[in-house]
């Protein structure tokens, strides 16, 4: 009984090292086939390619993966959108990229009005043509573009671009058309350069040198500054560059210099501190006269009843 159970133990073993075998060959085989097949299948292209990986008994994708590609292969092309649509979508993008990354690059220090107006003016004219109803190459893109979905995407994001070019009053700046910048913010730009160029020749050594040779430039930035706040003529890049040459005068370099409209409001102050005193100086000045004024007549009398004692004594 225990030879006969020996012996179909050792079939049994045999008889499964001999279809490992067979199946490792199978694996290999089909792993050769299948590599083979996507090295010819990827010359010819990469969808093909990607399909034969995802049949592959090698890779064995899970079902978000393998989902995504099938949704990939079979998701059609858009009717409503035409050739000529297409092309202005593309080229909405390609612009919208270069306005946010010129946003990106000079948001430190904020510079943004006037180093991205040109930018934004080609992205607003791309937008215009792509919502207006006017027909170009015969057709309108304004419906398959701007409202064929529920999120309407282009508009979306060129609300937003648009909301932060008016947040920064960059309109205040440029001229009308985008085509150059204000002659009041070149003025700024320019008593700003020479403003930070006094303060760079003097920062390394004495502070105080500074503080002196630098006056003259500061004092007409900032008065050329007040000027534009006025006027409503300043934007973010004028408001950015003055709040960081304030900072660098009074934090770093320690400098200050008395305002000159501080003059009529020390004048105004110290008046009404010296007010009380002489109100109560001429009421003081004002009693003392009547006083005397009350007691001259008493004076008087005593002197004449004075006199009629002395009369009548004689």
């Known amino acids: 009984m225990s030879l006969y159970k020996n012996s179909s133990f050792l079939v049994l073993l045999v008889l499964s090292y001999m279809y490992a075998l067979v199946s490792s060959g199978e694996v290999n085989v089909s792993a050769t086939e299948s590599a083979d097949t996507m090295r010819q299948a990827s010359s010819f292209s990469p969808a093909a390619a ?16 393998l989902l995504s590609l099938n949704l990939l292969s079979s998701s059609p092309e858009d009717p409503e959108i035409s050739v000529y649509c297409s ?12 306005y946010v990354n010129c946003l990106a690059t000079f948001a430190r220090p904020v510079q943004v009005c006037q180093m991205c107006f040109s930018n934004y003016s080609i992205l607003t004219d791309i937008y215009m043509n792509i919502s207006s109803d006017q027909m170009g190459a015969n057709e309108s893109c304004r419906d398959s573009l701007l409202r064929s979905d529920r999120l309407m995407l282009v508009y979306l994001l060129y ?4 909301d932060i070019w008016i947040k920064s009053d960059c309109g205040k700046c440029i001229t009308n058309g ?3 910048l204000t002659n009041d913010t070149l003025y700024f730009l320019n008593a700003h ?35 534009m706040e006025t006027n409503e003529t300043m934007c973010i890049d004028i408001e950015d560059a003055m709040n960081m040459t ?11 210099f008395p305002r000159e409209e501080t003059v009529p409001v020390i004048a105004v102050s110290s008046f009404m501190l ?5 109100f109560y100086l001429s009421s003081f000045l004002h009693s003392e006269q009547k006083k005397r004024k009350l007691i001259h007549p008493k004076r008087a009398k005593s002197y004449s009843s004075l006199m009629n004692i002395q009369s009548k004594l004689s």
Do not use: H, M
């Open 274 to 278: 010296f007010l009380p005193i002489i």
């Open 50 to 65: 990607a399909v034969v990986v995802v049949n592959s008994p090698v890779f064995e994708p899970g079902e978000d993966s």
């Open 246 to 256: 304030r900072i660098l005068w009074s934090k770093k370099y320690n400098c200050s």
């Open 193 to 227: 350069t020479q403003t930070i160029t006094c303060f760079n020749k003097y920062k390394q050594g004495n502070q105080t040198e500074l503080c002196k040779d630098c006056k003259t430039p500061y004092r007409g930035l900032n008065e050329l500054y007040s000027r």
């Open 87 to 98: 092309e202005l979508l593309k080229i909405f993008g390609q612009r919208y990229s270069a």
């Open 159 to 162: 609300s937003n671009v648009k």
């Open 178 to 180: 985008f085509q150059s």
